[in-house]
């Protein structure tokens, strides 16, 4: 271990400083571990001395270098490793210059997510329209938890709710999927476990692969965290391997964040030979292979099925798999997971707390209820046996208006080609005015410069009121 000597530059300080900086006693330590590491005489990873070293080699009490350190892990120079004690932290963890973006982030999407348009006129919400018995159902066992006492004191298990993470062990198992618990952790929904992954391995101006078309939430979330985005486009059975290879030979992107299982907003679900080609790529390349899989609950159950999520295949090597329940519960009480291997571990671990440490007691135990008593498994039978009914009824509707749908394997939303030169921005502004809420191609497609004529829609919010909208705003565009 490095020694670390007493420091009294105050200029050395100026990374931890601000208006609420320490002073005193408290700073100069901080100050000592501040030069260290800008100095390089403490390297990454390295074992800081303990917090009763410190104190004697300094002449402070314990109770100054306890907050010394504290004050350093709540500004990412160093972390804490449970009965070890403090390291320093890699580059990647250091406070960074203020972030870069490639391009500033569009909003106009999460309009999707906060309207507070009724549901019946909201035909590209992404929120699950659940039946009356489903809510009922779900507002008991929301009832029941709330009743039955929570521990109100300390943050639980970091990774999360113990018989949660094995439920959700289970859960994965029935689908052939064999993980110990250690690799689950869970967090307050699907995009805040894709936030954690990509905060946890993504620097500003690290470049990244996403899919074309794909969820806008991808995008936004690398966007704000300054990442350089590149897009491969999606064809019916998965990513095009060729475009992949191309990128990954020029650009050594670090990631890349796609869907296997329904993948948004295509519908389509990645193919057998397509996901084991995805992983020879990202083991080639050494690129980590995020799959999100928040609407996989919706695949319809079928014998031998083609498709299966990429982690099947990996073994917990390259691919992180994020899911959720937030379309099958609801979204104001879904809990997402990530699943990942050792070499992922440690920063995720890291980077966990930041999303919602401590506020999941009831979701946790909503959604353990759901699973231990096999509500949830009868819950998805349902569901996916209305979203079935609703997506022959609204391709037939499509049809008659002359309206190209894409084939998908089930799941929430219809990926429709208006056709005939339509730009669905344009129709999304004139149906927003008639107090219709839609979502236009563009929204999948932002780094394209032309004109959409692609339109998702939500099969259980397209109502009758709203295909009448659609055409009538059809009409007087083709005027």
Request: proline share 6%; hydrophobic share 40%.
């Amino acid at each position: 271990m490095t020694g670390l000597s007493h420091s009294t530059d105050q200029d050395t300080f100026a990374a931890t400083g601000g208006p609420d900086a320490p002073t005193g006693q408290t700073a100069r330590v901080i100050r000592t571990i501040a030069q260290g590491i800008a100095d390089g005489v403490l390297i990454a990873d390295e074992r800081l001395p303990s917090i009763r070293v410190m104190a004697d080699t300094h002449g402070v009490s314990r109770d100054t270098v306890q907050r010394a350190y504290d004050k350093l892990v709540a500004g990412g120079q160093i972390y804490a490793r449970r009965g070890s004690g403090f390291y320093v932290s890699p580059p990647a963890l250091m406070p960074a210059a203020p972030a870069i973006r490639t391009a500033p982030v569009d909003l106009a999407p999460f309009q999707l997510c906060h309207s507070t348009l009724p549901l019946d006129r909201s035909p590209g919400s992404g929120v699950l329209r659940h039946e009356p018995s489903a809510l009922e159902e779900l507002n008991r066992v929301l009832k029941s938890v709330a009743s039955s006492g929570l521990r109100t004191t300390g943050y639980g298990d970091p990774a999360g709710y113990l018989p949660l993470r094995e439920q959700i062990r289970i859960k994965l198992g029935l689908d052939g999927i064999d993980v110990p618990v250690d690799a689950i952790m869970t967090v307050p929904g699907c995009i805040a476990g894709l936030g954690v992954v990509i905060r946890a391995f993504v620097r500003p101006g690290g470049r990244v692969l996403v899919e074309d078309p794909c969820s806008f939430a991808h995008v936004a979330a690398l966007l704000s965290q300054g990442a350089e985005i590149l897009h491969v486009p999606r064809k019916a059975d998965g990513p095009d391997l060729d475009v992949l290879r191309l990128l990954c030979e020029r650009y050594r992107p670090v990631m890349f964040l796609m869907s296997s299982l329904i993948q948004n907003p295509t519908g389509n679900c990645v193919s057998l030979h397509t996901a084991r080609q995805l992983i020879e790529i990202a083991k080639e390349f050494e690129m980590i292979l995020v799959d999100d899989v928040g609407q996989g609950d919706l695949l319809p159950a079928t014998g031998g099925r083609p498709v299966v999520p990429l982690l099947l295949l990996d073994h917990l090597d390259r691919v992180i798999h994020v899911g959720g329940s937030s379309r099958i519960l609801s979204p104001e009480v879904g809990v997402g997971h990530i699943v990942a291997g050792d070499r992922y571990q440690d920063m995720l671990n890291r980077f966990r707390p930041l999303n919602g440490l401590g506020n999941l007691q009831i979701q946790e135990r909503v959604l353990y209820r759901f699973l231990d008593e096999g509500l949830y498994r009868r819950r998805c039978e349902r569901i996916r046996g209305q979203l079935a009914k609703g997506t022959i009824a609204l391709r037939q509707h499509f049809a008659g208006m002359g309206i190209t749908t894409t084939p998908s394997m089930g799941g929430l939303f219809l990926w429709a080609d208006l056709g005939g030169g339509v730009d669905t921005l344009e129709l999304a502004r004139r149906l927003l005015a008639r107090g219709f809420l839609s979502a236009p191609g563009k929204h999948f497609r932002p780094a394209s410069t032309v004109a959409s004529s692609e339109m998702r829609f939500n099969v259980t919010t397209t109502s009758e009121a709203a295909l009448h909208a659609l055409a009538d705003g059809l009409s007087s565009l083709r005027e």
